[in-house]
């Protein structure tokens, strides 16, 4: 069984760093044997969440896909940019709005047992890394598997080749030794 991975960034920026940075990890998983769905979020604007818009009109058609392809997929690589120390908006609304039951559903079925990596880039010295602090605590509340493993990586504005790849040599290894990690470690959980 091929372990499937969706891979997206908290960023919907043309030139997103952590876009840049996902996909790194998103290649090492698939050199390691897992087959991974890159996905840009700005392709599934989502309103902000408010209950009385779920009220009238039920869970927004791109939650729904998102869901479903989270549904479709045991693993989880998220590059979020922190703001003000924490996730992005986006991603937070995204997981939000995915997060609501609808039907008959057991409760967070989008999130349970996931597995996910978390990574984050940033210009500043930390790289995000507050952020994933708190990224880290909302996936474990709704019951993903954050593996231990992480990586937030500093000065991002110059640390990138045109070609994507970090200049870096021990950075690169560092992203893609992550990426690998997740497809080895949900290739033992899909045996
Ligand atoms: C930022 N940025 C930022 N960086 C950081 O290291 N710590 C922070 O708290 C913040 N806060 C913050 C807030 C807001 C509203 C914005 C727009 C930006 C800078 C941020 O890391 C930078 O813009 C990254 O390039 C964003 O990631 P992407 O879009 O390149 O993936």
Redesign the pocket.
Same mark, same amino acid.
């Given at each position: 069984n091929t372990p499937k991975i969706l891979a997206f =960034?908290g960023?919907t920026?043309t #030139? =997103?760093?952590?876009?840049q940075l996902v996909k790194i990890a998103a290649n090492a998983a698939r050199n390691a044997g897992a087959e991974v769905t890159y996905i840009d979020l700005r392709d599934f604007p989502l309103p902000l969440y408010d209950g009385d818009l779920e009220e009238a009109e039920g869970m927004p058609e791109n939650a729904r896909k998102l869901k479903q392809m989270m549904l479709e997929h045991q693993g989880l690589l998220i590059a979020s940019?922190?703001?003000? =120390?924490s996730l992005s908006g986006v991603l937070k609304n995204m997981i939000d709005w995915v997060s609501r039951p609808e039907a008959n559903e057991p409760p967070l079925v989008a999130f349970s047992d996931k597995v996910a990596v978390i990574m984050s880039?940033?210009? #500043?010295g930390?790289g #995000?890394l507050r952020g994933l602090v708190h990224l880290r605590s909302i996936l474990g509340n709704i019951r993903v598997i954050v593996l231990p493993d992480q990586y937030a990586l500093p000065n991002?504005f110059q640390a990138f080749n045109e070609d994507g790849t970090l200049k870096d040599i021990k950075q690169q290894q560092t992203v893609e030794q992550i990426g690998s990690k997740l497809a080895t470690v949900l290739a033992k959980l899909v045996a």
């Open positions: =960034s960023s920026r #030139g =997103s760093l952590n876009k940019p922190e703001y003000n =120390s880039t940033s210009p #500043g930390l #995000g991002a």
